[in-house]
């Protein structure tokens, strides 16, 4: 008496072509996984390209000058209207008791 059981050969032939698609699929996982994070930079990157970004609080003037006929950008702060530091003075250092003096032993 044989101690396997029978097995159908279709079923044999199935699996095989099955292990090789999944080996297939495990192989390609890594470049596939590394075009999607690529692609998702790459569109990042284009919407922080396209987003305006004014953290400064300054603004560009341009000027023509008749001479040159060049445009150039000048960079002019802008002036907070809120000026906390005017308004709160720092409080004076208290007083130190030994101040001016020098203590030398010899």
């Known amino acids: 008496m044989p101690s396997t ?22 192989q390609t996982l890594p470049n596939v996984t590394a075009q999607q994070v690529d692609k998702e930079r790459q569109q990042d990157d284009e919407l922080k390209r396209s987003q305006v970004q004014d953290m400064d609080p300054s603004y560009l003037i341009e000027e023509a000058n008749p001479k040159t006929r060049g445009k150039k950008r000048v960079r002019v702060r802008k002036k907070n209207q809120s000026s906390d530091d005017d308004s709160k003075p720092e409080p004076p250092l208290p007083e130190d008791p030994y101040r001016g003096q020098i203590n030398i032993v010899a």
Request: a neutral charge; glycine letters at 4%.
């Open 5 to 26: 059981p029978p097995v159908n050969m279709q079923q044999i032939l199935q699996m095989g072509t099955h292990t090789e698609k999944l080996q297939h699929t495990l």
